[in-house]
T-cell receptor
């Protein structure tokens, strides 16, 4: 089972460039999330979605955009990359109930120079 | 606001020692869920346990055990007879609306 798949695994961007981090899950989960992990800071929620066509901001949404056109896919868009967006990004999914754990992708390590 | 506090930033123990990782949470909800995840040096996030607010029974799984106390809003994690393979960052999390709210993590180093 693939679970949650993120691509790419690594990326170096120049300041001002844009890119999309891809995330897809094959578990038919309703909820999907994007987190960023900075050293010593835990995971901070960027955006989340409770179903196709529905997205909402998390704790740190500035500089990012998302869309959820299908249940499976939840891409994260960086429009104008900044050094502050250097981080490890995790996508996660969860069935549509509160009492379930989230399943995480392998992460994308992004460096903005 | 929901908040998860892991006051221990780093812990270092020698193999075979027992170690407890602390987690304190804040919530106004009467129904909530708590989780522990492990992040080994390879970077992936591995789910360890889930606990709901109605179940205060302690849980044991091999060398791992969890102590949930609503009176102190704590959900602590103990590793008995630690091993080098336990070296990782451990995160405590709580459901916050539709998402999970994570603590900052505790980095555990187990040396031979």
């Amino acid at each position: 089972n693939a679970g949650v798949t993120q691509t790419p695994k690594f990326r170096i961007l120049k300041i001002g460039q844009s890119m999309t981090l891809q995330c897809t899950q094959d578990m038919n989960h309703n909820y999907m999330y994007w987190y960023r992990q900075d050293p010593g800071m835990g995971l901070k929620l960027i955006y989340y979605s409770v179903g196709a066509g529905i997205t909402d901001k998390g704790e740190v949404p500035n500089g990012y955009n998302v869309s959820r056109s299908t249940t499976e896919d939840f891409p994260l868009r960086l429009e104008l990359a900044a050094p502050s967006q250097t981080s490890v990004y995790f996508c996660a999914s969860r069935p549509g109930t509160m009492n379930t754990e989230a399943f995480f992708g392998q992460g994308t390590r992004l460096t903005v120079v | 606001a929901q908040k998860v506090t892991q006051a221990q930033t780093e812990i270092s123990v020698v193999e075979k020692e027992d170690v407890t990782l602390d987690c304190v949470y804040e919530t106004r909800d009467t129904t909530y869920y708590l989780f522990w995840y492990k992040q080994p040096p390879s970077g992936e996030l591995v789910f360890l346990i889930r606990r709901n607010s109605f179940d205060e029974q302690n849980e044991i799984s091999g060398r791992y055990s969890w102590n949930f106390q609503k009176s102190t809003s704590s959900f602590n994690f103990t590793i008995t007879a630690s091993q080098v393979v336990d070296s990782a960052v451990y995160f405590c999390a709580q459901n916050s609306g539709y998402a999970l709210n994570f603590g900052k993590g505790t980095s555990l180093l187990v040396t031979p």
